[in-house]
């Protein structure tokens, strides 16, 4: 149990395009998703917390109007990365939190590699 | 300032071997606490969850919570090349919405 998906798992666009990423809770139904960058060789940074029906808490530093995040169902969570630029290209991940196996806990999805060219 | 630390590492052990993982948090807010594996390029994998203090087994895994110490760690008996990743302790702070706070992450590598 507890099954996050991510799609797609790479994606290659061009400086100024707009990709969207898509989390999905596919066994569970979740509240929370939380949305993470990482860069090489460094630890996962929360960039979101995403609640279903609610705008999303932004963590400090995260331009919210460059990282749209919609959480319109109990099971699925976007990312939409706007007007991306090299700087922008990371690994992106997210996760969904259950109840499951006995308290809170976040599941990781595969991740999004982005590369801006 | 609520932190997570880790030793970074890396840990060699040879194959067979007990690996000890440990992790120190500031923040006694933190109520749970977890053990992810990343393996090169993905992304996290969740090994163990513990919110009790004692000591917590799960096949080959045992983790340990001192909350009085502020310690968890993580063992990993009889290890095999295939333990080989990156470590990650978290600490989940409920009274911001779930957050987690993560280590930096201890590399372990697992010598056949």
């Known amino acids: 149990g507890a099954v996050v998906s991510q799609h797609p798992s790479w994606v290659i666009c061009k400086s100024g395009t707009s990709v969207k990423i898509e989390c999905r809770s596919l066994d569970f139904q979740a509240t929370t998703m939380f949305w993470y960058r990482q860069f090489p060789k460094q630890s996962l940074m929360l960039m979101a917390t995403s609640n279903e029906g609610s705008k999303a808490t932004y963590e400090q530093g995260v331009e919210k109007d460059k990282f749209l995040i919609n959480h319109a169902s109990l099971t699925l969570s976007t990312l939409t990365v706007t007007s991306a630029h090299p700087e922008d290209s990371s690994f992106y991940i997210c996760?969904?939190?259950?109840?499951?196996?006995?308290?809170?806990?976040?599941?990781f999805g595969p991740g999004t590699r982005l590369t801006v060219l | 300032q609520k932190e997570v630390e880790q030793n970074s590492g890396p840990l060699s052990v040879p194959e067979g071997a007990i690996a000890s993982l440990n992790c120190t948090y500031s923040?006694?807010?933190?109520?749970?606490f977890f053990w992810y594996r990343q393996y090169s390029g993905k992304s996290p994998e969740l090994i163990m969850s513990i919110y009790s203090n004692g000591d917590k087994e799960d096949g080959r895994f045992t983790a340990q919570l001192n909350k009085a110490s502020q310690y968890v760690s993580l063992l990993i008996r009889d290890s095999q090349p295939s333990d080989s990743a990156t470590y990650l302790c978290a600490g989940g702070l409920y009274n911001q919405g779930g957050k987690l706070i993560f280590g930096q992450g201890t590399e372990l590598s697992v010598k056949p």
């Open positions: 923040d006694r807010g933190s109520q749970s």
């Open positions: 996760s969904a939190e259950t109840k499951f196996p006995d308290t809170d806990t976040q599941y």
